[in-house]
């Protein structure tokens, strides 16, 4: 590969990644079924989320979708009173609205960044048509970088496994550096309730399973493809 060449199919490779990771993020951070499912599963001090928390499963379902429509809507407001053990009151605490805002920021930015980084897989990949760039240089970058991306993930799957909670602490030292809002009580703060450690380890798992899946796929399609274009 020609050195020109070479740094697109890198450039290709490094923004399929990262596009197959915020993809995945995205498709199961907000995946209402998968709320459901976890709600269903989880237990907290010997009951239910929603028993725990006082109120519906239905009341819990509609929680969840208005929480997870907020982090999409650079507008909108997590303010809200709903009946919760028979009295009525304001769901989130100031902290708990602070921290999700930096929650949604993250949300929209990581969203921009992902559709950004498509475009470039798509327009990168269409530039190597125009130009007859056999697409087997394509697949000798991606090989290169998801080499060096598997190595991580492996690291990261074993540091999962073995001490989640140290895992997950250390994300939001990284991505929530500001403050400790996210620090929440799993006895006192809805938020938490609704989320608690153990889906958050469960949503990782689902995470790294799909992102996988995309970027071996990708690996397979790329094979077959530069094959065919030698």
Not at 121 to 131: A, P, Q, S
Request: contains cysteine; glycine residues 2%.
């Amino acid at each position: 590969m020609q050195k020109k060449n070479s740094s697109i199919c890198y450039l290709i490779s490094a923004c399929f990644i990262l596009c197959a990771l915020l993809a995945s993020v995205h498709f199961w951070s907000f995946n209402l079924e998968f709320y459901r499912k976890q709600h269903d599963s989880i237990m907290l001090y010997g009951k239910h989320i929603s028993e725990y928390i006082g109120f519906s499963d239905e009341d819990l379902a509609d929680l969840t979708e208005f929480t997870l429509d907020y982090l999409n809507d650079p507008d909108a407001s997590l303010d809200r009173k709903m009946e919760i053990k028979g009295s009525l009151r304001e769901v989130y605490t100031d902290d708990e609205k602070l921290h999700m805002v930096d929650v949604r920021k993250l949300n929209l930015a990581t969203s921009c960044l992902c559709i950004a980084s498509f475009v470039i897989v798509v327009l990168g990949i269409f530039w190597m048509i125009l130009k007859k760039q056999p697409l087997s240089d394509l697949y000798k970058a991606y090989s290169r970088v998801l080499k060096i991306i598997m190595i991580v993930i492996t690291v990261l799957a074993v540091w999962i496994v073995i001490d989640f909670d140290s895992f997950w602490t250390a994300f939001h030292h990284v991505f929530f550096a500001s403050n400790e809002l996210w620090i929440l009580d799993l006895r006192k703060d809805i938020l938490i309730m609704i989320v608690p450690p153990e889906f958050f380890n469960n949503l990782v798992i689902y995470i790294v399973i799909t992102f996988v899946i995309l970027v071996m796929a990708f690996y397979l399609v790329l094979h077959i493809v530069g094959k065919k274009s030698q």
